[in-house]
């Protein structure tokens, strides 16, 4: 072998390495994992509209669109779960189960409300009272998403509350866990929006784009 080639071949190897190096930093570099609950399921169809698009559907829509965007526009950055893929009834303690057993960063619940003022409209997001592990990063997962849900998308913003259910307490100690209702489905406007497709999409892609913002990753 000439020297030539065994330059080549030198260089060759150290590009290979730096290949092989950088690869396995890449694989090696944990992704964040995001658990989303889709709420209800299966005979537990939550809120209903007026023309009885039931809260369980939009819950999922939203859901399954995150999954979506996820992989298409942002290269699977986050390692996406939801805790039921289809219209299936999940017991409230499996829900937080999978969240606790990935080990997730963020665990999201979705919901829509219902009320009997048929005036009353807008994102609410439950923390869980008193969480001292993870209370302060919840507050601020929820308000990025409220944020971002009413600078976009036009969703008044009702704020965060705290809320004492099941899934917050179970999942508390191990991630920034919120409970996210998009809106009201007893108010005709929103139960109208939150049942199209096309706000189905927008509300996923602005949810995702707040976990980045929350995850420091945008
Ligand atoms: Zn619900």
């Keep these: 072998m000439n ?8 260089l060759f190897c150290m590009a290979f390495c730096n290949f092989s190096n950088a690869q396995m930093g890449d694989d090696q570099k944990r992704r964040p994992i995001v658990v989303i609950d889709p709420g209800h399921g299966g005979k537990d169809p939550g809120a209903t509209t007026r023309t009885g698009i039931k809260e369980k559907d939009i819950a999922l ?3 399954e669109n ?11 950055s986050l390692e996406l779960f939801l805790t039921r893929y ?8 499996d829900r937080a189960k999978l969240s606790k057993q990935l080990k997730a960063d963020i665990f999201i619940s979705i919901h829509c409300n219902q009320a009997l003022n048929h005036n009353a409209s807008g994102t ?3 923390i869980l009272p008193k969480s001292e592990v993870h209370g302060k990063k919840s507050a601020y997962l929820g308000y990025t998403i409220q944020k971002k849900l009413s600078g976009v998308l036009g ?6 509350k705290y809320g004492n259910f099941q899934v917050l307490r179970d ?23 939150l049942t199209k497709e096309d ?13 980045f913002k929350f995850l420091e990753l945008s």
């Design 3 to 10: 020297t030539l080639n065994q330059m080549t071949l030198l």
């Design 61 to 63: 829509g939203v859901a």
């Design 66 to 76: 995150m999954v979506i965007l996820n992989k298409m526009l942002f290269d699977s």
């Design 86 to 93: 289809s219209d299936t009834l999940i017991a409230l303690g």
């Design 124 to 126: 609410e997001v439950y």
């Design 155 to 160: 969703i008044k913003n009702r704020g965060i």
């Design 171 to 193: 999942n508390h100690q191990s991630s920034a866990s919120i409970l996210l209702e998009l809106g009201f489905l007893s108010q005709t406007d929103e139960a109208n929006y």
């Design 199 to 211: 706000a189905q999409i927008a509300i996923a892609m602005a949810i995702l784009q707040s976990i």
